[in-house]
């Protein structure tokens, strides 16, 4: 190092004054020194034997070009140093080339064996620098040395050359088109590669090369699904985009009931709007549709695919990104695919962003506004999120004026207006013409407060600024177009401002209205006509203009006072230097001054001028931009940008879903499986270990989930994933047996066996449980002080597998004796625990792993004891909770999909024991095979955030033919995101998922009438929903609302205090009709939930609805309103 810091002062010191400065910063352009000396001084640098001198000169080098100086005559000398050891040199010289190759093809080709000597460098950054160079040298002589280079390095062991590889697709594709089919070949290898690193870029290659190629993605989906959250940013912003338009052409519409209901309810207005002998006929024919799209609706109810809520459930954490393109893609992937009860968790995720940089924030609110136009309600909640600030810029303010305006209903506009009276004080013009734009959308929108804004522009007429006044006109006049009649002083106290007001567009605007309602101020308009005819040559064109159709309608309504006023007018405009004057002028006279040329027109002069005309239409600017997909830069600009590709509509017909599976080779899991025996049959290692039976497939879970995820996350469970999962952990075991054998006796004490093979003889089974049954007495012995909960499951299970070794059909009895007396001792060994002995109780029996076969739904002990778990209000007043109908069922496992083993689900609506914020599911097992399941339990779980699952304890047995029961509990945090997780046999897994309906997230509560109005009170505004329907014929009477309310939704009846309002008219119109309350509070987070149904005659009814929860509101009430219809 000294020799180079004496090579520096020599050369390139600054500290000496006289000295040219050859070596010191060569960009700055030094007066003191030549160009080819300072040059040599860097070629010097380069020819060195040193590294360190040859890095500061490519510093040197590469800081010119940043600085747009020509280096270009270094080429040669940079070159020489391709070869060179130092790879932070050698990264540099890399990055010259890039810029220089292209200018200097010769040179650059001279230097390409040296690339192709780099692309099979051991170092994985010198491999990937040398494709980048090779492919950015924009020369067309090369391309075959390019496409080899690529292909090799899609095929490279690094993730990161394989990356680049992606990076340089597009480049070869835009140097030469024809390359097309071979680089979606490499598209195609690329997309299945598992790596986070490589999914983003090969996806944008994808976009640039081959967008139109859908196919290619549907083996990946599941994959980059489930990659999707470990990518980096820009690829995850890639990524969602494409599969936005992927799901817009595999996937329904998940709004398409909706869209239904809507089509057919559009019949009224036809039918209102119609006159004549038709009338009937068409009522007819609206009824038809109407009939044709419930039968539909009814018919084909929607179901979202499982790779359809795959999309929606992975993209959804990433709204928490701190990169605002994220959140923005997964925005918009949510408005455009979700349905729209699920659509309101962007809008917090896109609150956040209005914190960020002004840019971030001008992107973000062009977004929103567009939103809030369709999907108001999800933004009202964060309406002062959208309040101006006086430090944001002036389209920042205008963008947040838009939405506020947007936002604006009955509810909240008079805070709005409160808000826009200060904004009309800013010094910012601009701001100020769009706020008083903004009053008046607001005024045309909702005519409560039409009156009010136009009192307030009125008096801002009176303001000392022009600018003020003048937008105020403006607005004005498109309000009294809406009720002229009743606001004729508003229109003489405008006439009056023509002398002050200079503003071109608003003295146009008074003379409009002037002209337009001349019968309600008949002796103001004359002289208005006077004035302007006096100042018409130094009016602007746009005035003249107005000033021409005011002569015009004031000559065919009042001609005594104005003829001669019109005349003179239309002969100062003949001589107008605008020919647009001049040729209104000339149209005018023709039309309104009869004369012998004039033709057939002239008779209807008035109809023409005094024609009714349609008040204007004050619409938001957003409103027509929502076919440009969210996010994108067509968007913003609203107009089509080059590369944009536009969002697909949705299928009539549901895709083949089957095309997204990935199958794997039968022989496979054949071959493996007679591996695995033979293996077995040598080594009794397995069946000589304390009580296990063979490696199994749950040792190897996490296998699955690693590297089978892209199938396997798909809630459907089909065969080929449940193969998939199986042949994955059974290919693992052959290559990993040795470390399994190590390992084998940590995984005893972590779980229980799960299986014993066939071929093993019954005594070996006997003494394989012995020492079962052994392992789970020192394990709950040990872990008895720790937990009094898992304590009694595994005193339990002990108790039944020493009784299954007896008897298999007589335990039933045995254990429902055993249970609670050793419960009490275990409650006494811990009388630090706060559970009390009937929490116990009730639970025990539900946990059971041993089942019985059982012939019904479930044991008649079972139901005796889910019975005793009620401990709510209800217990104090049995009369307030109405018991519910039979519950419904749901398909968890079919029977094909099974192989044999079928499962069903139903929500208990009692409490669940060990948790009373999980809600209760019991599950039925049917056994339809001719082999016995073993070890049935549940695995890898897969959650939202804030939803946990209680799982059932594991069932060791249940024999061919037979049926059994187990309870699990779960958290669904108060939504309706399905609980995923895998079901598991001794020999395979099922991917399943539990969907609870939004009536069985909540739990009934006692209340007083007294205390159900007073709660309603506090829940007012926007935590309210009132909808009117008809009744069913079959549903008007007390018992029936009450029986359909509380089955589609699990809440208690509230009883009534006075007989005016709960019991039926004793005779007619002698008693207002019955009104039905019923109150719950969410299981998971205990929000109060209220429902009103007043009913009324001819079977009309109010259903109102109370929730702190919008979502949860929203959806139930579309819940109970179809079950009071149907």
Known sequence: ????????????????????????????????????????????????NKDSLKLEAMKRIVAMIARGKNASDLFPAVVKNVACKNIEVKKLVYVYLVRYAEEQQDLALLSISTFQRGLKDPNQLIRASALRVLSSIRVTIIVPIMMLAIKEAASDMSPYVRKTAAHAIPKLYSLDPEQKDQLIEVIEKLLADKTTLVAGSVVMAFEEVCPERIDLIHKNYRKLCNLLIDVEEWGQVVIINMLTRYARTQFLNPNINESLLEEGGGGDKTFYGSDGNDADEEDEEDRQKKAEAAALAKRKPYVMDPDHRLLLRNTKPLLQSRNAAVVMAVAQLYFHLAPKAEVGVIAKALVRLLRSHSEVQYVVLQNVATMTIKRRGMFEPYLKSFYIRSTDPTQIKILKLEVLTNLANETNISTILREFQTYIKSVDKDFVAATIQAIGRCATNIGEVRDTCLNGLVQLLSNRDELVVAESVVVIKKLLQMQPEKHSDIIKHMAKLTDN?????????ILWLIGEYCEHVPKIAPDVLRKMAKSFTNEEDIVKLQILNLAAKLYLTNSKQTKLLTQYVLNLAKYDQNYDIRDRARFIRQLIVPTEKSGALSKYAKKLFLALKPAPVLESPFKDRDHFQLGSLSHLLNAKAGGYQELPDWPEAAPDPSVRNVEVPEWTKCSSREKRKEKKAEKPFYSDSEGESGPTESADSELYSSSGSESGSAENGSASESQESEEASESEEEEEEDDEKKKMKKKEFKKPVQESESEESSEEEERKRARKSKQRKSDSES??????ESDSESTQSKSEDSESERDVGKKKKETQSKVPSKTVANDSKNEKKEMSLLDLDDFEPAASPQVTPVNSFLSSSLVSDLEGLSLCDS???????????????????HRITGEGLSVEYRFSRQPFGPDPNMVAVQMHFVNSAAADARNLHMEDVRLQSGMRVQEFPEIELLPAGETGAAVMGIDFCDSTQAANFQLCTHSRKFFVSIQPPVGELMKPVFMTENEFKKEQGQLMGMNEITERLTLDAKCRNEHAIV????????????????????????ALGALPLPVHRFAGRTVSGGGLVLVTVATKEDGAAQLTLNCDKMVIGTMLVKDVMLALAQ
């Open 875 to 893: 217990a104090l007043s049995p009369a307030a909770l109405s018991p519910s109908g039979p519950q419904k069922s749901y398909e968890l496992l």
């Open 1 to 48: 190092m000294s020799a180079s810091s004496a090579f520096n002062d020599e050369k390139g010191g600054s500290s000496s004054v006289g000295e040219p400065e050859y070596g010191h910063d060569p960009a700055s352009g030094g007066i003191f020194s030549s160009d080819y000396k300072r040059h040599d001084d860097l070629k010097e640098m380069l020819d060195s």
């Open 501 to 509: 007001i200079q503003v071109p567009m608003a003295r146009a605007s």
């Open 1043 to 1066: 029986q359909r309310v509380t089955t589609a939704a699990n809440l208690g009846r509230v009883p009534c205090g006075s007989d005016k309002e709960c019991s039926p008219p004793l």
């Open 783 to 788: 872990e008895s002080d720790e937990d009094d």
